[in-house]
């Protein structure tokens, strides 16, 4: 049986809840933290079949139609097995749950740096080098990499106005009129992409760095032409994602038809350096921003004009207006987002596609407003907070900006600050504060589960879902050991794997909700075994410490079990609910930043974020996702950019030491405050 | 796979013949740069000469001042009381590079003899005179950023990536070299590194087989001294602009400059003339300025390295300023 659940009202309310002291929402460390910093964990290069061969993919130092030169001279290298160029083989990575392949065929190159061969060879150290000595033609006409001399396409417009909004800015009493760019981005998590790929007869089993396998297992069929029940995927331990591994990418096509076509298992492992351009970055974006607003800094109009790029065929666009729909209210509304078709790396999904650029713009526009109208920032937000979206009036279904906003000033301190800028100097530093708004819709994804209760009295978690390194193993044991009345040490779950029920995956934010509903229902379905067993109601049974409590009468669970394994399915699916509430994460966040007088270098002195993310399933993992947002929103506005080549787009920087993450030393005291909030 | 030999040789003499027998043998210290660059397909030597076990890896005493062993980690040297204390120029420099777990392995040498991170002499799928002499320069008309002002040429606008080397620049030092003859000389810093030209694959004095032995560091004539670095991030990023000062004060006059800049030159950088405008001379804002126009009075800016010159302006204006406050 399976407790089929689909979220079609705001309201769940015949679902159990948990009653509050019990492990969810406890501050825990991560289950598998200590298999992590030991090595015990192994990551999807370090499995090493049986006569393991090592892959390295070759890339495309220029555009247009492909041709390897050298083929035979390559393969005749000692240790070297095979140059394989394949139809099937993709030209950049799938898009977040695309489901099907992306672009195949390596014989035309659509940017420089795309993959146009495998070189397989005993070692990767042979590989590398005869990959190096691999010649590789490429002839075409130039290609545009600049925006400027991209085309629009007309089929990727993105265009909504509400009431007469030219008007508004025209007689606005107030207008901020202000372009922005932000430069392309990467993830850049720490585990390159890899994959070890192995077949039996025609089934194939690939170990692969992936958030989402339900879909990266339907991607990976299709480029490979075979059914996905022939795939299975494997990714227990996954070295962060951010965006880049939510679909698969050119190792996992190239280790699977390498390995079938040499018969032997193959592991490709793309380079540091291959990992900025074989997978999606986000795209550079121009934003235009208006916003018309009476004296005291009420909005009339907002204007949000977008423009990004991706490849030609590309449907990704980075949702850069999304948050903008309902972040603020005002009656006129222009939303407009084109899109240019340039031949660059893919854009696609990367740490919160849309919000990071489009509120962060939308926030430095706000902060313009402020300056014009002499309205303090946080007031100047609370003044404009919708209280039901504007344009269609669909209610929140929760909305707790202006808490984040409040609780964040108070901690921080906002109302000591000199509002005027050049106030505070120390040396040679200049000592500002500033604060943003933050938005972020909210979406939960189909999900299922399996659970199980052995005789012994442990419960065995079961989901294909994957542990990215945000605590999927340990939430999914809190809430599995909440549900059933365990402690967490009693759970064991087990992750990433294509034989498990699918989960969500990991990505948008979408795990926790959507898996751990899924765990939630499984365990839903085990207690109403349990009340049958025992004559009862599901909703007479209380499960605590190992026992079954129902009135008066408590006994072990195991004693009721006498022996069997009860078991659970749990399957979520998103339902209308969506469509009938606006769900969304609200947070407010404050930086006090010093900028040298001299060199114009900005350090971060300390910054305070509030957030309001729903039920806190657990306070440490949860702090430290929170805390990580705010670095990677650190990184967004002072440290981090991708650089093209301005005469053919190539990714310049393609490496750690010259793609500037935030390092420890610029990453100063992050004070997280998480509002309790239980999003029904 | 490109096969190389290695020898770990207990003594110097040996250490030459090895890598006498062979026209593209390299030394090897930390290899922190090194085979960084060969897995990148930039350097292919076929044999690499260990020179950890030869016996310099302590810094001595000189009459008056220190010689440091060619193969002194970079954090050794950076944390060595003598050089902390006379020479603070050079473990402010030292901690401002790389990170900890690379200062651990790197060598006084090898830092000396770093390559550029220019990122088009990285990509071995561009032309890069330096990387393959006479193929061009991708960086020209390409993206620059952490590429020199000075000492440039038609064929190479790479900057000198080092830290060290700046604060020894403004400290005299004295690169000690062994030859294949087993004949040892000095040679001054300023010596030491060629300016691009039409060669720019070519960047030092050295003869092929030449092994640096040490570096000797004078008695400093300044006990003002002062590292400063600009950088994109606040560590683990080579400079965007960096600036040694070692300076004396008598009377209120400038008795003893030495200036020396990373991120700007082809090599670490040292005007000359520069040090003679502030010598003798009473500390003003407005020397300070002429100093900068000195400096970069034939500084060539390029496409994207405009920002370079009003930084280092600025830099070094800070810089004396605070060595002569
Ligand atoms: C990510 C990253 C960031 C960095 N950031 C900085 C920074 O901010 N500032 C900075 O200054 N540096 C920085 N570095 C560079 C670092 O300082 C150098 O890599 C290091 O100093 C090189 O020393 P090594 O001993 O490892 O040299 P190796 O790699 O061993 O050798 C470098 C060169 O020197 C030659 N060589 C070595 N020893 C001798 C000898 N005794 N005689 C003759 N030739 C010899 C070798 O043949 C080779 O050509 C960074 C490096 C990395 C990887
Ligand atoms: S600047 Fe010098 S190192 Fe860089 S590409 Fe040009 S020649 Fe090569």
């Not at chain 1, 939308?362 to 303090?376: C, G, P, R, S």
Request: with cysteine.
């Amino acid at each position: 049986m399976t407790i089929d659940y689909q979220i079609d009202d705001p309201e769940n309310a015949n679902l159990p809840h948990p009653n509050g002291h019990g492990p969810l929402g406890a501050d825990m460390e991560r289950r598998d933290g200590r298999d992590k910093v030991t090595g015990a964990a192994r990551y999807a290069a370090e499995h090493a079949p049986d006569g393991l061969l090592h892959g390295v993919l070759k890339r495309a130092s220029g555009m247009g139609t492909v041709c390897l030169t050298n083929v035979q001279e390559v393969e005749a290298l000692a240790g070297v097995r095979l140059v394989l160029q394949d139809e099937r083989m993709i030209r950049n990575a799938a898009q977040g749950t695309a489901g099907e392949a992306p672009v195949q065929g390596v014989d035309t190159a659509d940017y420089i740096g795309q993959p146009v061969a495998l070189v397989v060879a005993d070692s990767s150290e042979i590989a590398r080098d005869a990959a190096n000595l691999l010649k590789v033609q490429s002839v075409g006409d130039d290609l545009p990499v600049l925006p400027k001399h991209g085309e629009t396409d007309p089929d990727m417009q993105e265009n909504s106005v509400t009431g007469k909004p030219q008007d508004a800015f025209d007689k606005a009493p107030v207008l901020v009129d202000a372009t922005y760019t932000t430069p392309s981005l990467t993830s850049a998590a720490m585990e390159p992409h890899a994959a070890v790929a192995e077949w039996d007869g025609d089934r194939l089993t690939l170990y692969g760095s992936l958030q989402m396998l339900r879909y990266n297992r339907a991607e990976l069929a299709d480029c490979l032409g075979i059914e996905p029940d022939q795939v299975r995927l494997r990714a227990p331990f996954v070295g962060g994602g951010f965006g880049s591994k939510l679909g698969i990418s050119a190792d996992c096509v190239a280790a699977a038809l390498a390995a079938r076509a040499l018969g032997r298992p193959v592991r490709v492992v793309q380079h540091r350096r291959q990992v900025f351009e074989v997978n999606t970055r986000r795209s550079e974006t121009r934003q235009r921003i208006r916003l018309a607003s009476h004296s005291d800094g009420r909005l009339t109009a907002i204007g949000h004009e977008g423009r990004v790029s991706n490849l030609p065929g590309e449907e990704f666009a980075e949702p850069l207006l999304q948050a903008s729909y309902f972040n603020y209210a005002a009656p006129h509304r222009l939303l407009r987002s084109e899109m240019v078709r340039l031949n660059r790396p893919a854009a696609g999904s990367v740490r919160a596609p849309g919000a990071a650029v489009g509120v962060t713009a939308f926030e430095i526009a706000m902060d313009e407003l402020a300056q014009k109208t002499d309205v303090d920032p946080v007031e100047l937000r609370l003044r404009n907070l919708p209280d039901k979206e504007p344009g269609n009036g669909r209610p929140f279904s929760s909305h707790r900006l202006a808490d984040c906003l409040t609780e964040g000033r108070d901690r921080f301190g906002w109302s000591d600050r000199a509002a005027q800028p050049r106030q505070r100097r120390e040396g040679e530093w200049w000592i500002g504060t500033g604060m943003a708004a933050a938005v972020r819709v909210n979406l939960v994804m189909d999900a299922e589960a399996r659970v199980r209760l052995t005789p012994e009295g442990r419960a065995v978690v079961e989901t294909d879902m994957t542990d990215i390194g945000t605590g999927s193993y340990t939430i999914l044991g809190q809430i599995a050991a909440e549900a059933l009345g365990l402690t967490v040490a009693d759970v064991d779950v087990t992750l990433g794997d294509t034989d498990l029920p699918p989960g969500s995956g990991s990505g948008g934010s979408v795990g926790a909700a959507s898996t751990g509903t899924a765990v939630w229902l499984a365990c839903a379905e085990i207690r109403r075994d349990i009340a049958a067993r025992m004559g009862r109601k599901p909703e007479d049974l209380e499960l605590e410490g190992g026992d079954v409590i129902v009135g008066n009468d408590r006994r072990p669970l195991m004693d009721l079990l006498s022996g069997e394994t009860l078991s659970g399915h749990g399957k979520l699916a998103p339902g209308e609910a969506l469509e009938k509430v606006r769900q969304a994460t609200w947070g407010a966040v404050f930086a006090e930043v010093a900028v040298n007088d001299i060199t114009g270098e900005a350090r971060v002195r300390r910054m305070q974020g509030t957030f309001a993310i729903g039920r806190v399933l657990n306070q440490r993992t949860a702090r430290s996702q929170a805390q990580g947002g705010m670095v990677w929103g650190l990184g967004l506005a002072l440290t981090e950019a991708m650089v093209h080549d301005a005469r053919d787009g190539h990714v310049v920087n393609r490496d750690l030491a010259e793609y500037n993450v935030p390092v420890h030393a610029d990453v100063p005291y992050l004070d997280v405050c998480l509002l309790d909030d239980q999003d029904e | 796979m490109r096969p190389f030999d290695y020898q770990r040789p207990a003594a110097p003499e040996a250490a030459c013949q090895g890598m006498s027998a062979s026209p593209h043998a390299a030394y090897i210290g930390g290899g922190t740069n090194l085979i960084d660059l060969m897995k990148l397909g930039v350097m292919a030597p076929d044999l690499l000469v260990d020179v950890n076990r030869l016996g310099f890896d302590t810094i001595k005493d000189l009459d008056d001042g220190v010689e440091i062993g060619a193969t002194v980690r970079n954090s050794d040297l950076a944390d060595d009381p003598r050089i902390r204390v006379r020479w603070p120029v050079l473990s402010r420099a030292l901690l401002a590079g790389a990170s900890a777990q690379l200062r651990n392995k790197a060598t006084t040498a090898g830092n000396l003899l770093q390559r550029t991170r220019c990122p088009y002499f990285q990509d071995i799928d561009v032309p890069c005179n330096k990387r393959k002499p006479g193929s061009g320069c991708a960086a020209l008309g390409g993206e620059l950023r952490n590429h020199a002002i000075l000492g440039t040429s038609e064929h190479c606008v790479a900057a000198h990536p080092s830290d060290m080397a700046v604060a020894m620049q403004a400290l005299d030092a004295q690169v000690v070299i062994r030859d294949a003859d087993g004949q040892t000389r000095t040679m001054g810093l300023d010596h030491f590194y060629r300016t691009p030209g039409d060669t720019p694959h070519i960047e030092t004095r050295l003869n092929p087989a030449d092994l640096i032995t040490g570096v000797r560091l004078p008695a400093p004539l300044g006990d003002r001294q002062v590292y400063r670095k600009v950088r994109d991030r606040a560590s683990y990023a080579f400079a965007l602009v960096s600036a040694a000062a070692v300076m004396q004060l008598k009377e209120g006059r400038i008795e003893y400059a030495a200036i020396a800049f990373g991120g700007l030159g082809t090599q670490p950088w040292r005007d000359p003339k520069v040090d003679a405008l502030l010598t003798g001379a009473r500390p003003s804002e407005a020397l300070f300025e002429k100093a900068g126009d000195v400096l970069l009075r034939s500084a060539e800016l390029r496409e994207g390295l405009e920002f370079k010159k009003p930084l280092a302006h600025r830099v070094l204006k800070a810089v004396l300023t605070e060595a002569t406050q």
